[in-house]
């Protein structure tokens, strides 16, 4: 586990993969398992160097009100740090599952062209008024090709899905059929979609 400067504390990351590899993906998450190969199985058949970033609940807090000091606004500043030192002058690929999600598309739109591919895995559209207008002009603006992922019983939905391919440039929306999602839950996890959303986000690092 390796860590990086934010707050009063640190963000843990973790790189798998080749090392070296022309191809960065970085990956954001929630929980236990933040830091682990989403399937080892998958990412062994790409030439891709895969940094998964583990965030938890305060590094989450007012995803809307990007530019202040607020916890969120903070952790993507506390990101494209990360980005510039691990994958330097390098064009990456994003993913952020589910409520990772926001921060995913927040530091897409932050760092502009150096982001060419996001997915965004079991993320909810925003629930309230102001959040949707505060996040609408972003979406607009992204330079990524996006993947919008759902499935099964949520936590997002195919409503949830269009409501980001309906603001954005460039993006496409995958839902899970009910029979390949195995979560104890119910949920699309990035797990059960990993070689889809690492196809989309390296693209051409496939290995022979």
Known sequence: MSLAPWLDG????RSFGTPGAPRAVFVLRTGDSATTDPDARVTSGYDVRVVAVGLDAPELEDPPVFGGQ??????????RELVGREAPGAIVGLVGERS????????????????????????????????RDLRTPLLDHLDAEVLVVVGGDGPADSGDAEWY???MRSAEVEVVPDAEITSVNGHVTLTSV???????????????
């Open 70 to 79: 607020t916890p969120a606004g903070l952790t993507v500043e506390a990101l």
């Open 165 to 167: 391919v309906e603001r």
């Open 194 to 208: 990993w070689e889809r959303v690492l196809a989309h986000v390296a693209p051409g690092a496939g290995r022979r």
């Open 100 to 131: 990772a999600g926001p921060i995913a598309i927040y530091l897409a739109a932050a760092l502009g062209p150096v982001v060419d591919r996001l997915a965004i895995v079991g993320v909810q559209s925003p629930s309230d008024p102001l959040s």
């Open 10 to 13: 640190e963000l843990g990351y």
